[in-house]
């Protein structure tokens, strides 16, 4: 392929992978340090690389303070937009800048210090940001966890990142329910065995909690009573490579990794992915329809577009429902986005919902440029589908929780390439993007293999997990040595188009949302009727995948009489332990799991079965008959 964009597009990612270190000093140009770099890369303690390792910055500084002084004090910073509770307001970059500097006085009057952790289990609400953003003006280190979540992962996360103050909400505001946040933190804390020194809760009006009426050792207060009194907090100078913040995200376990992101490279590549990925430009306005809770609402609700001089919004809402099918459209009319981000689950429910996307013509979309689409495959009908709705880009871009910002994407910035349906399109620049055999050797055009990045990554992904180094290299660097594992599985074609087939390990992708087979299982398991059972993620049109359970009861239950029971117990234990984003679409109870002769349950082949593809048997397995008799269950069609 030889068009314009093509060679452009060539041209940077050649330049980026040929001189990592040029390109990358170039890019902290765009970056306010306190101590400028000098090194731009540590690469000698291979398999972990540092960038920038003798800068120092502050994040928050670079995403407030320096568009107040340069003149931007009076733009929008957030667009906060609740059709649920029916609010909106705008936060300026002066008014966010003030609150934040209060919020970081009182979080520092309660301790908090460079360094220390800070748990914010909060919805979708301007306090969420700005709790995030008075951490980073400390140098203290947030890790928000996903609202959907519930005691068992809060916990998880409690206790792996101990935090000396917890920010929560009294409650979060679903279309069809107020979600109590406080009995699910108070179950939480009861679990874990590190506790907090502070709690802080924002009371909303949908729900107030009950706020230091229990006997603690912990203090708790609210977020207005902290707030009062507080003196501005002034930004303190971190390492480039000091955490951010830690994002954790779910792997094959129960335990969650703890993503750890650093403070300088992340600026940098962040910065970089808004003018030569997303194409936005400061003072421009950004829609990414996420989540605080997950990396794209880190990177593309908070970061990016603050770090931009950008305005972004903060939608508490739905893509349908609240009230209908035309949400989407009416926000990006009404704050003039240039683009939206979202994942293709929304975009399926907006189809089902509206399958003309009649509603499109009641909204000014003039402003609107390109759709981005991530967090799960974007299949051609949903791609065809969007692309004649809007007449405007649809652009699929593959990433993780780990790389913090896109691997693979249409480098709209840089110049628009041909789209290929069903292809991310290139790796971006800065990514060696390669795929590789069983044996680590890469394989040629239209070979599927393990997509891998060769080391060292970009700067913004992660450099190791949070306190656990052999953790980070057991997980993402042993399979291949010298190369990342991204555990999606694809192939390039013959013009280096990225194809991204799935997880080639058990995590589960239920709409947009990465939920950990481990944690469902766990909660399974903690029913006293169940000796053994398993979790598979079976194809869903509209959520992409959905959990599916087989569960082997103990001897002496009588699944005769008590299995219809069990059943809906079991679905509501794994809602009230997991959360509600964990629904469990189907509970079989089975005689016996499928296992290899060392013990490991065939997950990926019950998975290929319930999806009714070809299955591949191992050899290993250790009684072929248990898979035999489970078939008929595996092809099941719906919920049971
Ligand atoms: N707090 C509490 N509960 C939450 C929650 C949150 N932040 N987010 C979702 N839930 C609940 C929902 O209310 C729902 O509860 P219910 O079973 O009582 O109805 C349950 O979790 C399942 O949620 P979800 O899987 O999101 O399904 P849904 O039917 O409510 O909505 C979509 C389907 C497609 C509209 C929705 O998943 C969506 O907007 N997805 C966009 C994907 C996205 O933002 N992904 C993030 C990565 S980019
Ligand atoms: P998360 O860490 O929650 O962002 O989930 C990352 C995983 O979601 C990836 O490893 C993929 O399996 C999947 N994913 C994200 N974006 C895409 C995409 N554009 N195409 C295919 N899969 C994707």
Redesign the pocket.
Known sequence: MSDGATTAYQKVHDASLADPEGFWREAAGAIDWVTPPTRILDDTRPPFYRWYPDAELNVCFNALDRHVAAGRGDQPAVRYDSPVTGTKATLTYADLLGRVSRFAGALSGLGVEKGDRVVIYM??VPEAVVAMLACARLGAIHSVV???FAPQELAARIEDAEPKVVVSASC?V????V?EYKPMLDAALDRSSHKPESVIVLQREQSRAAVGERDTDWEEMTWDEVYADAEPADCVPVAATDPLYILYTSGTTGKPKGIYRDSGGYAVALRWSMANLYDVAPGETMFT???V??V?GHSYIVYAPLLTGATTVLYEG????TPDAGAFWRVIAEYGAVCLF??P??F??IKKEDSTASKLAEHDLSRFRALYL??ERLDPDTYEWASAALGKPVIDNWWQTETGWPIACNPKGIGLMPIKPGSPTVAVPGYDVQVLDGSGQPVGPGVEGAICIKLPMPPGTLPTLWGDDDRYVSSYLSAHPGYYLTGDGGYLDEDGYLYVMGRTDDVLN????RLSTGSLEAALAGHKAVAECAVIGVHDD??GQVPRALVVLKSGVDAEADGERIRRELVVRVRSEV???A?LHRVDIVAALPKTRSGKILRKTMREMADGKETAVPATIEDASVLDALAPVLRAPGPA
């Open positions: 919805p979708m996903f609202g959907g979060g679903e279309p069809n329910r979600v329809a996420s989540d809770g997950w794209v739905k893509p349908v429902g979202t994942a689950t929304a399926r429910a991530a967090g239920v709409a947009g949302h509209l959520k959360g509600a984003v629904a």
